[in-house]
């Protein structure tokens, strides 16, 4: 805590800094939680579902700035999807 921000550091002290740095190294080896979040999405049952969010793996390497232009094409992916499904109920991929 500081005077200009005194909640500072608050929200803090019951955080396991330990089990940060643990998730951080294994992204770092290949192994654990981190390792599966970077292999994708589970399998959603729907392949035009799966394509789409298959497009998110585009963000790895590349700049922060350019990531909004990615989520937004998945995101108009999804939802011309669902769109898809609301006028076509039985028409799953």
């Given at each position: ?13 019951d ?9 951080a190294?294994a ?48 995101h ?12 076509n ?5």
């Amino acid at each position: 805590m500081n005077e200009e921000h005194p909640r500072e550091g608050a929200a803090d002290k019951d955080q396991d800094h330990y089990a940060e740095r643990t998730v951080a190294a294994a992204a770092g080896t290949g192994d654990g939680p981190a390792q599966d979040a970077l292999a994708g999405p589970p399998a959603s049952g729907d392949a035009r579902v799966d394509a789409a969010l298959a497009g998110l793996n585009r963000l790895s390497g590349r700049p922060v700035e350019e990531h909004v232009a990615v989520l937004e094409e998945v995101h108009g992916q999804l939802r011309d999807i669902l769109d898809e499904l609301a006028e076509n109920p039985g028409s799953q991929g």
